[in-house]
């Protein structure tokens, strides 16, 4: 009796390996579908062939029976590229396995390097769209798909114009800008997006200031998940390959300061830079009073409005009521420079202090999303303003 229970459980195991080496296989060859959106334009980089690009196609070409897809985000969202990557109709050996798919990766790749864009705006919604229609028909059953999206992110076609200010919105005005237009594209069945090169720009296009990138990339991931793409994560910044430059320019976005900001809504003054800790500005004076300027202007041609300036902090720390006093007086150094520099009466100033309390203006800074500077900022509103009297109830002021 030992000895046949013996090897009734060796029988067991050996079938119990066998199944979970099947398994495993088949998990590995389980086909995947990749779309790759690509604003192929000259005030975007050229991507690196490496990182996350690479393990992207390098797993969708390994995996007989996937697909890969290139979209091309201009206006004319035309699709450069789709192929399925099939297997073999007869048995080939391993090695010969190995060079067809390394063929693959390399036609994929080439295919890629040759996108090139034909028209003069970036529509990066509608592209997105597109190619979510194409993952939705290439995919079957619990097959896996992955979007990636190479480009600055500033596009440029209505709904989503960047050039109508978009980069001085908070994320859920943008989404709600966005699903007013009913051009939300259905996301839900995608397993993941990769977003490359957000914010990351060439010439003619000028630079984002640091603040600028961090809402840009906000507003994009806001857009995916509101979009019902829960993992939705950004790639290290692209590297730029100077053998190869796009030839076809694209509008460029005016990244300064708003000119004429519109205070019944939230303004953000996140590149106004603190010291560790301080209340000190990092901040050089005269790039101070530049940033403050609009602002302050705005007081000036409307002598009986009062705003409210509100700061606050990342989250780590405690909220207590030290930490928001804190975010005040950061505030309240703000204030200073608008009274001593614009002369500005300071009835016209409210401050409060939010530390980093919960409100619908407020940044996702979860671990790991890189949006924890963003939140380290002084906020500007009206101060008869809906969102102005809940700072005030959820906040501390003088």
Not at 112 to 123: C, G, I, N, P, T
Not at 129 to 152: F, G, N, W
Not at 273 to 298: D, Q
Not at 349 to 360: A, E, Q
Request: proline content about 4%; glycine content about 6%; aromatic content about 8%.
């Amino acid at each position: 009796m030992k000895k046949t229970f013996t090897l009734r459980n060796l029988g067991l195991a050996i079938l119990l390996i066998a199944v979970l080496a099947c398994l495993t296989g088949c998990q590995n060859d389980t086909p995947r579908h990749l779309a790759i959106v690509y604003a192929a334009t000259e005030n975007n980089p050229v991507p690196a062939a490496g990182g996350q690009l690479y393990e992207a196609i390098s797993e969708t070409t390994n995996n007989f029976g996937s697909t890969m897809s290139i979209f091309v985000a201009d206006s004319s969202n035309f699709r450069s590229f789709h192929y399925e990557f099939d297997k073999p109709s007869m048995n080939v050996s391993d090695s010969r396995e190995a060079v067809i798919k390394k063929n693959y990766t390399s036609m994929a790749f080439k295919a890629l390097s040759e996108a090139e864009a034909q028209a003069d705006e970036v529509d990066l919604l509608g592209t997105v769209s597109q190619a979510a229609r194409q993952l939705r028909s290439d995919k079957k059953e619990t097959e896996k798909t992955e979007m990636i999206v190479i480009a600055s992110g500033l596009s440029t076609v209505s709904p989503l114009d960047f050039t109508k200010g978009y980069l001085f919105c908070t994320p859920d005005e943008v989404v709600e800008r966005v699903r007013s237009k009913n051009a939300l594209p259905d996301l839900s069945f995608l397993d993941s997006v990769v977003l490359l090169g957000v914010g990351d720009v060439t010439a003619p296009q000028e630079k984002l200031s640091a603040h600028q990138v961090k809402n840009l990339k906000a507003i994009w991931k806001a857009i995916f998940e509101a979009a019902g793409c829960s993992h939705v994560t950004f790639a290290p910044d692209l590297t730029e390959n100077s053998q190869k430059q796009h030839t076809y320019s694209v509008k460029t976005v005016d990244v300064g300061i708003d000119p004429d900001p519109d205070l019944t809504k939230v303004n953000y003054i996140g590149s106004l830079e603190f010291k560790a800790f301080k209340t000190e500005f990092v901040t050089e004076p005269e790039e101070i009073k530049t940033i403050l300027h609009p602002y302050a202007e705005y007081l000036k041609r409307h002598e009986t409005k009062r705003v409210l300036l509100a700061g606050m902090t990342d989250h780590y720390g405690n909220n207590d009521t030290g930490n928001m006093m804190f975010s005040m007086k950061r505030a309240a150094a703000v204030r200073q420079v608008l009274v001593d520099e614009f002369n500005i009466n300071p009835d016209q100033i409210v401050i409060c202090g939010l530390g980093y309390t919960d409100h619908p203006w407020r940044f996702r800074d979860e671990d790991g999303n890189e949006l924890h500077s963003a939140n380290r900022a002084t906020i500007i509103v009206d101060a008869d303003s809906e969102p102005a009297r809940l700072f005030l109830r959820i906040g501390v002021h003088e």
